[in-house]
């Protein structure tokens, strides 16, 4: 197939490359050298996003929000083929979510929202979990395109696109709250004499032995630039779902503070467990 994809951050550039094994690729981004790597490796290059999607079957999204996809798509009034595929990866609200497929029903343009969830290291490996809902028309198309990045089993289709960005929220959440856990275990570890070595084996067997595992060596070294999911996306995200709830979320609200103060403090582009870094030392 014919493939626009738009957006080549962290992921965007891992999802990409996926697709190059089996499509021609066109790509685009805002910072255009963060292509090269991509068309060393085959795909074609585009001068701006209106150029990348002529001609296009299929058009990925990959973008920092939904402010980013409204700048790219919406406002541009991106000519997007009429009955082309726009598989948006950008996390979004739900709300968002139904915003985007509005306009592209409007434009004749089968819309699927498609977040994935998992960061750079299972990107790499296809191994993500990956979320479709949308259109049934766009759902249709973009399975096989998704599934090229989704683990065994880890591919959940709802039928509409908020519910597939409400999923991905929810995952976030576990994220931030998880962080923000293991960021008062430390505390209370450490207020009672335990070094950060003992807060984490202490952990071994317990509800954030999964955090205290991802994140236990970058917390050990006080060491956080190799992002694999980075402060000022997960800060972005949690204002989203902030945004989406009808009920109080008290430890994504103290997890959501932790992650603007440090974005605040310079290390928005660091790992998000940088959250620990007062805290593990």
């Known amino acids: 197939m014919k493939i626009a994809f738009l957006g080549l951050g962290r992921m965007g550039r891992e999802l990409a490359r996926h697709l190059l094994t089996e499509h021609e690729v066109t790509v685009w981004n805002r910072t255009p050298e963060a292509a090269d790597g991509l068309v060393a490796e085959g795909a074609l290059r585009a001068g701006t996003a209106a150029e990348a999607v002529q001609g296009a079957e299929v058009v990925v999204t990959a973008l920092f929000g939904a402010a980013a996809v409204r700048e790219v798509v919406v406002n541009a009034r991106l000519p997007v083929p009429a009955e082309c595929t726009w598989v948006d990866v950008t996390t979004l609200s739900p709300e968002q979510a139904t915003e985007f497929a509005a306009w592209a029903a409007e434009h004749e343009v089968w819309y699927a929202h498609s977040p994935v969830v998992g960061s750079l290291a299972p990107a790499r490996a296809r191994a993500l979990g990956v979320l479709l809902g949308g259109d049934p028309e766009a759902v249709r198309v973009a399975e096989p395109l998704v599934r090229l990045w989704a683990g065994p089993g880890r591919l959940r289709v709802y039928d509409s696109a908020a519910h597939a960005a409400a999923d991905k929220l929810v ?111």
């Open 171 to 281: 995952n976030n959440l576990a994220l931030a709250v998880g962080m923000q856990g293991l960021v008062e275990a430390l505390r209370l570890g450490r207020s009672a004499g335990l070094t950060t070595d003992q807060v984490l084996a202490a952990l071994d067997g317990s509800m954030l032995t999964p955090t205290a595992k991802a994140k236990g060596a970058a917390v050990r070294a006080a060491a956080y630039s190799d992002t694999q999911f980075s402060t000022d996306l997960l800060a972005k995200d949690a204002r989203l779902m902030l945004d989406t709830t009808t009920l109080p979320l008290p430890a994504l609200t103290a997890a959501a503070t932790a992650l603007l103060e440090a974005s605040r403090r310079g290390h928005g582009d660091e790992d998000f467990s940088v959250i620990a870094a007062d805290d593990a030392r």
